[in-house]
């Protein structure tokens, strides 16, 4: 490494100062929460269907799968656009307001999932679960995005990605699966109650989130790290002048 591209490689490893920021953590941990809960409920969900609801048609399970992601799916992008319109894009302080009154939301609808036991109940409450649930994310992802500097926000970011594919992928499908198995013959949505009970946790993260927003350590974050970017391109400007 040269004396020119040092600074540069050293640059890699700034998105930790991130982790000083509790807007960028908390916000970071309501996407890994949100994200991990919609990764096992999506590998399980067919499962659920044909031995929770005893579908025992694999093609009807399927196609039934099918249908509630899409309807979820396309729901959540209106879902997302009143969010925005009552509250402001993920830049407006307010928008986390909604992002906690759409969670509790999605909550009550996902509490209500384990305990539909006909094939059309569970349907309905899935599709407003993944509804609200789909509006929520992309004003976290902005609000992620938006309390770190320009400076870092590709790495930072690439850093929750990264946090969100090790949880999402490991603990929680686990979990459901090891929950499952020791209840399938007693309690056959016992997988489906603790899931959707672990989705109930952003609502503390999204807590503090909106405490931190509101003292604005997120503007005076951002503001601080652009003033120092600023100071150290001016002084790399003028020891490069000297010479």
């Keep these: 490494v040269t004396e020119n591209e040092a600074p540069s490689v050293l640059n890699c490893f700034n998105f930790l100062t991130a982790l000083k920021n509790p ?17 096992a409920f999506q590998y399980w969900i067919n499962d659920y269907i044909r031995n929770a609801l005893n579908v025992s048609n694999p093609k009807i ?26 509250f402001g894009s993920y830049e407006s302080k307010k928008s986390s307001y909604g992002v906690l009154l759409f969670h509790i939301i999605t909550c009550v609808f996902g509490m209500m ?14 599709i407003l679960f993944l509804f609200f649930s789909s509006a929520v994310l992309p004003v976290v992802q902005g609000i992620i995005i938006n309390s770190v500097s320009n400076e870092i926000r590709g790495s930072a970011f690439a850093f929750v990605n990264l946090f969100t594919m090790i949880v999402t992928s490991g603990p929680l499908p686990f979990i459901y699966g090891a929950v499952n198995d020791m209840y399938k013959d007693t309690r056959k949505n016992m997988g489906m109650i603790v899931i959707m009970g672990i989705e109930n946790i952003a609502i503390v ?6 405490y931190y927003r509101k003292k604005g350590k997120e503007g005076a974050y951002v503001k601080q790290n652009i ?7 001016e002084s790399d400007s003028s020891e490069s002048s000297k010479v």
């Design 23 to 39: 807007v960028f953590i908390f916000s970071s941990l309501i996407r890994v929460t949100l994200m991990g809960v919609n990764t």
């Design 61 to 86: 399970a399927f196609s039934f799968y099918t249908t509630i992601n899409i309807l979820g799916a396309f729901g959540g992008i209106f879902a997302n656009a009143l969010l925005t319109k009552l």
């Design 113 to 126: 999932i384990p305990f539909a036991w006909d094939l059309y109940s569970f349907g309905a409450v899935t």
């Design 205 to 210: 993260f999204i807590l503090l989130m909106t």
């Design 227 to 233: 003033n120092e970017g600023i100071e150290l391109k």
